[in-house]
């Protein structure tokens, strides 16, 4: 049934997509079936411990949890690009899947790359927001809300 094959950047981040994927379902499966919370472990920074600063990816697990709980609002607050990140996700790998099993047509190779390449700059730009609060306004992130 693989009749249509992926461009060789779409067939690398698909199959990425797919261990991703298979992460989450793992979570998911610990949590229903040993109630253990992998999203309630809380992991020091090492950026943070050494600096003294919020990193790049600070408030991602907080914002993730947030988004399971159904709290929309405190996601955006805490990690913005998280919503659009999985919004490419998903878009991505339903075009792939489809593409690949059924011959739908799909974007052409690179469109992914380019909005990667979107995500990362929205990164940047909630980190330094971050930086800058924290820094001269003595703004904490992680203890705001």
């Not at 600070?58 to 949890?65: I, K, L, V």
């Not at 380019?114 to 609060?133: C, E, M, P, S």
């Amino acid at each position: 049934m693989d009749n249509h094959k992926l461009g060789e950047t779409d067939k690398v981040i698909y199959e990425l997509g797919i261990v991703a994927l298979g992460i989450c379902i793992a979570a998911v499966l610990l949590y229903y079936i040993l109630g253990i919370n992998i999203l309630g472990f809380r992991y020091p920074c090492i950026f943070n411990k050494v600096t003294g600063y919020c990193c790049p990816g600070c408030g991602g697990t907080r914002s993730m949890r947030a988004l399971l709980q159904g709290d929309v609002l405190r996601c955006l607050y805490d990690y913005p690009p998280l919503l659009y990140g999985l919004g490419i996700y998903v878009v991505f790998m339903v075009r792939c899947f489809l593409h690949k099993h059924f011959g739908v047509r799909k974007s052409k190779n690179g469109t992914v790359v380019k909005h990667l390449q979107i995500f990362v700059v929205l990164v940047g730009i909630q980190w330094v927001v971050k930086l800058v609060a924290q820094f001269f306004f003595g703004y904490h992130w992680f203890y705001g809300f």
